[in-house]
Structure formats: structure tokens, C-alpha cells
């Protein structure tokens, strides 16, 4: 489906590409359609564009020449990691240039002493863990595309993971971030120290979706491992139920280094694909996690065990090896691709509300399943109240894809109104442009876009993402009604 | 919508016409922080209340103008926190002074820093425009995270109302224990202990004697206490309570009080930075204080070469004035500096020159 972005621009494209060969050698600057196929689209394949060049630098004063040239030439920009993105965060513009920071790849240092990692920003997600493993340390932001997403990506959607509830968000693990100004200056946010001086910009550029800066290098915390982590599978005969307990563990007083959670859909549907050793029986799945020192970690299972039982889970499994674990965790982050497997295609839904609210927004979910004769399987990250409702759908059925994308604007609504967010991970991007107007004001939207401003003023970089244009947000309302859009209190 | 907001946009509105300036202030208890900053005052403190607060969503919202002592009492019932125990520098210390002032306690370096801790901020911008960002929930991209943005600027962004804050669980068990140790020795340690998984909460190092705080479940702190060694140290609350709210002689005594205070973040394997004065160092390393009166560039040298930047935190307003209180930015970084304040505050209303002199 093609996305219409609002925001055009006026290139000239042949003085565009003059410029960019004079900087490019040619086995670095993508100009032939078949070429550029393989960037019309990021994970979020529902929607395309086709960039006019591809751009592939493979140093920082190649991408500086590059941005100065679009700066000087009015032409778009769009950064591009590794595209696992599921919001069309990188999804091209089609009056503008894609610039692939794939050759960025290299690990420049892990300093065990200092606990900190310099990569570059397309180094896997995975690889800075397993670089910095030999020291004891690891890298704790996971999002479940951890083996193929990059940190450069990580930073520029502010990545989750299915442990930070405990660890923290990107946001919280990344000490310095350099890069460049659309205007091809270099600049860096953060620093080597614990905060820096002026206004935190570095809180900023995390999530800011590539529309404020481009990445070259980042700077990440490591975490000592903890000696020892063991996760309980709790399983209930009722998703409500479960979604109370998700509660319980919290008033007990139990931070849990991952707390998961999965519905029957998504269990039968990870089951033959990982062979998790799920039982396929219970309604939802609780993942508990408790990590610590080898006594810490039995005194706070045994904690566990009590308050979920208590909340009427009917029988609980805990690892008994870090391969079970492993191997426990292996179905929750392979949910999405095997919900690939048994459906020609899905939406991912990213809406986070309330914990108290998951066992209302499930029942919801459930009617709307019903309402638009699709399955839904539902994967959460329990512990922060961040939903991942997988959408099925087979876009080759006429009218399916328009279902599926009512359904999923259906939930984020009532995320918002539930006093929550249409996005906790995966970003706005081009998916969620339009329900941004369900949860901001047209002043605070007006706001965002000053804010832009303040990076890049001729609105360059990556445009027509992330904040809906004033236009994009009364059309919405108008086709959604004042009662869907009306921002309710959001705190 | 309430009087007091809308007596303020009133103010807002009137100021920005009139060209003047608005003083945002709670309690005043950081009055001393930054530069000082010209224009009427914005009381805040008639703004208060905690809006609302469930402990099991680990989430309180209050007012700007709500007493951080009243917030942080109402978690401590319900076996809750400010993990990063944030300074009050005196009686009357606002929730939303805190968060203006970014200023984190001994745990910073163990838990993360007040910008960690925001969820959402409901604000007034320069145009009397009242904002919502954020919200009340762990994890939110949608939009630019300005709430993280408003932690340490100042108010010279805008007038927060509302703040929404994560919370966590008092940690179950504590112990303080204190070694004789050099302060290249305590670096060494103290970094060495980081890339462990220890219980570590908090340090001080100061004048020969590292003092270490673990925090976290029982098993854990004991086990701790066992590989690491030292002394205990009884009823250590008060030390650490004299460290958060600079109350110890190192900050108050009568001989240094006189001397500028420079605060230094840097990265935590910095070696010594020597100086004449005295030095206490926290956060396992990344945090040194200096006193005494060298000059400012060169404080300002030592910090950057240590990875890091230097604040003058206590000092006369006219070293202040001439020295500037925070750490120069790089041309690019004035930029966008400028730009932002174009964009919350464009007549300038706000805190002039509380952070630079040039907005």
C-alpha cells in the first residue's frame, strides 16, 4: 500500500545526483530501480515508497558531504539501520534520498573497566552483548529483533526489551550519541561522564526517529551479568486472570528482571515453530523472571511462586538450567515470526497502557476480533503494560488490510483513553501518524514541529514521519469523530 | 480550567507583551543553582497536591508546587521511593524543582538520575500554551520525550505544572561499610566493583576513607558484605543523608564555605584530577566535587580532558557572573540551545539567563 506523505518537496534530482557522485564512489550510491527495491519498505512491509537514490556511505566525512549537499539542494534525508522497524520509520521518501548506515558496522571499543561499549550504529543489537560477554557484561536493552536490529535503530525508536522493566530503555543505557546536523555539522549528545552540561539533548535523540539527527557512533553502558537468572512460567485458565497477577507481583514489591506475557493464540502459534515446551492448554503464560545472586534468586522465585499462585495461576514451571531458560524466552522472542508463519500477514500493534487496565484491554481486544473477523494473538510486555496484539490478516483478500489497520487504530484509541500511549517501542513512523491525533493537541503537535525546527529547520530529515502535519491531524478528526480524538487527561 | 493556571497564562501572556520576565521559583531552596536569573517570581507553591499515586503502577503524579518532603513521605508509606534520592537544599524543596534542577542524590549512579524518573510533564510554554507530553506509563515514543528534556533545564523551557514520576520498591535490606584507601586506590576499586554484579548503591571517598553503601534483597547485601570486606558502619543514615544534602563538613564547614564548589562529571575511570583544594568523590567515580579558588578555565580543562564538564555549583554571583556557572557548549550545541528556547519560549519569558547567559 502506498503511504501519502503529505510533506513534498520540489528536487531536482539530476543536480541532487550530480552532487552525490562527486562525493559517492559509485559502488556506494544506488540509482538503477532494481537496486532500490530492496529499500522501498522497512519491517513494516505494508507499506512502500521508492526512494529517488540510495546512498550507502562508509565514512563520517562521507555522510557530512552527503548531508551539506541535501542541506544545500532542499533534498530529503532518510536514515536507515538495519530496517527491522516496524512503525515505517525507514520507510523511503519519494522525493528524497535513503542513506543506509549499513557500513557503519564495526565495534571501535569495549572497556570492561569503564563498563562501556563504542559502536557503531550498525552494529547488531546482539553483538555488543556477546562482545562484551568475555569481560561478564552485557549490553541490557533486548527488543526481540535483538540478532538483526541495530543500536543505531535501538537509539533512534528508544528500544524496549523484554527485560526494562528492570534495565531500562535505550534511553537509559546510552551515555553519548554522535552524529550530524542535517546540516552536515558534527555534533555529540551526552558525554563520557553521567550527565552533561545544558539541556539534556541526548533524552532527546533517543526516539526522536531519525527526524533530529544522524547517528555515526554510540556510546552504551554495560551491565555486569548477574550470576545467576531463572525464569517461572505461570499459567492461567484466563487471560484476566493473568493480567491481574501481572499486578500482584508488582504490589508485592517484586521488580522482575522480565515479566511476560502470552495468550493461547500466540502460544499455539510459537509452539510448533521454537518448541518451547509451552502447555498448550492454558488460555495465557506468564513469564517471571528473577535474576541475582544463586540465594537471592530462590528467595525471590519462592516470592514468585507465592503471589502468583495466590492470583490463581494453575501450575507454575521454573527453569531448571540456563539452556530451559533460554529456551523459555526463545518462544516469547520468537512470537512475531511465527505468527508469520501461520498467516500471510499480521500488524503488530505497540499501544502500552496502565497495568491495571490489561485485563479491560484484552475483553476489548476479543470484541474486536469478533467485530472484524480477524485473529488476533496477543504477546505483552506485562510488566510495563506494553501490548503487542498481532493482527492477522491476508492483504491478497480484498478489504483485509483496511480491516486489520481499523482494528489496530481501534486498540490505540482505547490505549490512550485507558490513559495510556500509541506507542511504547516501535515508534510512530508512518503506521501511527494519523492516532497521534488521538493523543495530542493540535498545540502540542504544533510544538513537536518547533521543536524539529530547532535541529532542522528546512524540515529535511526523514519528513512526513513521527509527528502528523496540522492537516494530517484535522482529517483524522474529522473522519474519526470528536469523541475518538478528543485527547483524554492523560495524567 | 483552574484560576491559578489561568492567572499564569494571564502573567505569561502580559509578560511576553510587555517584553519582561517571569522568575519561576518553588521553595527556593536552589536559588544558588545556575546563574542568577532576572524578572518577577512565579510562585509556585500554592500549586500542590499529589494528583494521584498507585503504588502498584509504581507511578505518582503531583503538582510542581508539591513539598518533595510531603511526596516523598507519602511513597515511604506504601514502601515506595525516589530512587535517586534527589537533594532538597533545604525545607522547602518542590517536586518541580527538583525536576527543574536535574539534581540527583548518592543512589545516581546505582539506579539512574531524576530524567530517568520522569514519565510526563503538563507545562506552560512561553505563548501561555498549556502542553501535555508524556504520560504515566513506562514505556511511551510517541512524540519527542520533552518530559526527560524539562529534567535540569532550569525552567528556562517553560512553567511545568504537573509531573508523573516512576517510583520503585525501598530496597529490602541496607549496609554501609568504610575502608581506609587512597583515592587512586578507591577509583581502582570502585570501577573494578562496578563491573560486578554487587549490591553497590552509593560511595564516598574523601579523605582517605571510602565509604561504601549496598542496598537490594538480603542474600544479596550479605553476600556482598562477605567478598568485599571493610567496616561496618552503624546508623550510617545520617552520613549519607549529610553527603545527599551537602550538610557534611566537606560542603559546610566553616573554613571551606567561603571557597567556590565545583562540581565535576566525568567519566568514572578518570584518575585523580588534582587541584588544590579538597575533593569528594561519589557515584563510583563520575562525580568529583573540588573546593578552592583555581581558576575557572583551568577546573573547566581538567574536566573536559576527564571526559566530562564542571559546573560551578557554589561560588560568589560575581564569579559566577564572570566565570559562568555551567560548562561552555560547543557552537553546534549553543545552536540548538537557542533554537529550543526559540521553540518553547519565544519572547524569552522564562528564567533568563539562569542557565547562559544568552537565553
Not at chain 2, 519527542?144 to 535540569?152: C, E
Request: aromatic share 6%.
Amino acid at each position: 500500500m502506498a503511504f501519502a506523505n503529505d510533506v513534498r518537496f520540489a528536487v531536482n534530482r539530476s543536480a541532487t545526483l550530480e552532487r552525490l557522485r562527486e562525493i559517492l564512489p559509485p559502488h556506494l550510491l544506488l540509482v538503477e530501480e532494481e537496486e532500490l527495491r530492496p529499500y522501498e519498505c522497512d519491517g513494516l512491509t505494508a507499506y512502500r515508497a521508492l526512494p529517488m537514490f540510495v546512498v550507502l556511505p562508509e565514512t563520517e566525512s562521507q555522510v557530512a558531504e552527503i548531508l551539506r549537499a541535501c542541506y544545500a539542494l532542499g533534498t530529503p534525508v532518510v536514515p536507515r539501520g538495519a530496517a527491522t522497524g516496524l512503525s515505517g520509520g525507514a520507510m523511503p521518501h519519494e522525493d528524497g534520498v535513503v542513506m543506509s548506515l549499513a557500513k557503519f558496522k564495526k565495534i571501535l571499543r569495549i572497556d570492561p573497566v569503564s563498563r562501556t561499549a563504542i559502536v557503531q550504529p550498525g552494529v547488531r543489537n546482539l553483538a555488543v552483548s556477546e562482545a562484551a560477554a568475555p569481560h561478564g557484561l552485557y549490553y541490557a536493552p533486548d527488543p526481540s529483533s535483538q540478532i538483526a536490529c541495530t543500536i543505531g535503530g535501538n537509539v533512534a525508536e528508544n528500544s524496549g526489551g523484554v527485560h526494562c522493566l528492570k534495565y531500562g530503555l535505550t534511553v537509559h543505557n546510552v551515555l553519548k550519541v554522535r552524529g550530524f546536523t542535517i546540516e552536515g555539522e558534527a555534533v555529540e549528545f551526552g558525554a563520557d561522564a553521567l550527565d552533561s552540561a545544558g539541556l539534556d539533548l541526548l533524552a532527546l535523540i533517543n526516539g526522536s526517529e531519525g527526524l533530529l539527527a544522524v547517528i555515526t557512533e554510540v556510546t552504551v553502558k554495560l551491565t555486569p551479568k548477574p550470576e545467576l537468572a531463572q525464569v517461572v512460567l505461570a499459567y492461567f485458565d484466563d487471560v484476566q486472570k493473568a493480567g491481574n497477577a501481572v499486578a500482584d507481583v508488582i504490589a508485592a514489591g517484586i521488580i522482575p528482571g522480565g515479566l511476560e506475557m502470552m495468550d493461547k493464540p500466540a502460544t499455539h502459534a510459537v509452539e510448533p515453530y521454537v518448541k518451547a515446551g509451552y502447555d498448550l492448554d492454558a488460555e495465557a503464560v506468564l513469564l517471571c523472571e528473577s535474576d541475582g545472586t544463586p540465594i537471592e534468586v530462590a528467595e525471590e522465585i519462592e516470592r514468585m511462586k507465592a503471589v502468583l499462585e495466590k492470583s490463581g495461576a494453575t501450575s507454575l514451571v521454573v527453569s531448571q538450567s540456563e539452556a530451559e531458560r533460554l529456551r523459555f524466552w526463545a518462544g516469547r522472542k520468537a512470537a512475531f515470526p511465527a505468527v508469520g508463519r501461520i498467516t500471510p500477514d499480521y500488524l503488530c500493534m505497540d499501544g502500552t497502557i496502565p497495568r491495571k487496565r490489561l485485563a479491560e484491554m484484552l475483553e476489548a481486544i476479543a470484541d474486536l476480533g469478533a467485530k472484524y473477523g480477524l485473529r488476533c494473538a496477543n504477546v505483552f510486555h506485562a510488566g510495563d503494560g506494553n501490548l503487542h496484539p498481532l493482527i492477522m490478516y491476508d492483504a491478497n483478500q480484498p478489504g483485509e488490510l483496511e480491516r486489520a489497520t481499523a482494528f489496530g487504530g481501534e486498540i490505540l484509541e482505547l490505549s490512550v483513553k485507558l490513559g495510556g500511549t500509541v506507542t511504547g517501542e516501535h515508534g510512530v513512523g508512518v503506521e501511527k501518524i494519523d492516532v497521534m491525533a488521538a493523543q495530542f493537541t493540535p498545540a502540542e503537535i504544533a510544538a513537536f514541529h518547533r521543536l524539529k525546527a530547532a535541529f532542522d529547520g528546512k524540515g529535511l530529515l526523514n519528513p512526513g514521519k513521527g509527528i502528523p502535519t496540522l492537516a494530517r491531524c484535522r482529517e483524522y478528526t474529522q473522519t474519526r469523530g470528536a469523541a475518538a480524538v478528543t485527547p483524554p487527561p492523560r495524567f | 480550567m483552574d484560576a491559578q493556571l489561568k492567572e499564569w497564562i494571564g502573567r505569561i501572556h502580559d509578560a511576553a507583551k510587555a517584553g519582561q520576565q517571569l522568575r519561576i521559583r518553588g521553595g527556593g531552596s536552589k536559588d544558588f543553582y545556575g546563574l542568577p536569573s532576572a524578572g518577577d517570581v512565579l510562585d509556585t507553591t500554592s500549586w500542590r497536591g499529589i494528583v494521584s499515586y498507585e503504588p502498584t503502577e509504581l507511578v505518582v503524579v503531583a503538582r510542581a508546587g508539591t513539598p518533595l518532603a510531603e511526596l516523598e513521605a507519602t511513597l515511604r508509606e506504601k514502601g515506595q521511593c525516589l530512587p535517586f534520592e534527589p537533594p532538597h537544599f533545604g525545607s522547602g524543596a518542590t517536586v518541580g524543582g527538583m525536576v527543574a534542577a536535574g539534581l540527583s542524590g548518592p543512589r545516581r549512579s546505582a539506579v539512574g538520575a531524576v530524567r530517568d524518573y520522569v514519565l510526563g510533564v503538563k507545562m506552560l510554554d512561553g505563548n501561555g500554551e498549556l502542553l501535555a507530553f508524556g504520560g504515566q506509563v513506562m514505556k511511551n515514543v510517541a512524540g519527542y520525550d520533552v518530559p526527560r528534556l524539562m529534567a535540569g533545564s532550569l525552567g528556562t523551557l517553560g512553567l511545568m505544572t504537573e509531573i508523573s514520576l516512576k517510583v520503585l520498591p525501598l530496597p529490602p535490606a541496607g549496609m554501609t561499610l568504610r575502608f581506609a584507601m587512597s583515592e587512586t586506590d578507591a577509583l581502582k576499586k570502585l570501577n573494578a566493583w562496578g563491573g560486578q554484579p554487587l549490591p553497590i548503591a552509593a560511595s564516598v571517598w574523601h579523605d582517605g576513607a571510602l565509604t561504601l553503601r549496598l542496598a537490594g534483597a538480603v542474600a544479596a547485601v550479605r553476600a556482598a558484605r562477605q567478598a568485599l570486606g571493610g567496616e561496618e558502619v552503624a546508623d550510617a543514615g545520617a552520613f549519607w543523608q549529610s553527603i545527599r544534602e551537602q550538610t557534611h563538613p566537606y560542603f559546610a564547614g566553616e573554613k571551606v564555605s567561603a571557597a567556590a564548589l565545583w562540581r565535576l562529571s566525568v567519566a568514572s575511570v578518570a584518575p585523580p584530577i588534582c587541584c588544590s583544594g579538597p575533593t569528594l568523590i561519589e557515584w563510583g567515580g563520575a562525580l568529583r566535587w573540588l573546593r578552592g579558588d583555581q581558576g575557572a578555565e583551568q577546573v573547566r580543562n581538567l574536566a573536559a580532558s576527564a571526559g566530562g564538564h564542571a559546573t560551578l555549583f557554589r561560588g560568589e554571583d560575581a564569579l559566577k557572573t564572570a566565570a559562568g556557572a555551567f560548562h561552555p557548549l560547543s557552537p553546534v550545541l549553543a545552536k540548538i540551545h537557542r533554537n529550543l528556547k526559540q521553540a518553547f519560549d519565544p519572547a524569552g519569558v522564562f528564567n533568563r539567563g539562569r542557565m547562559y547567559p544568552e537565553f
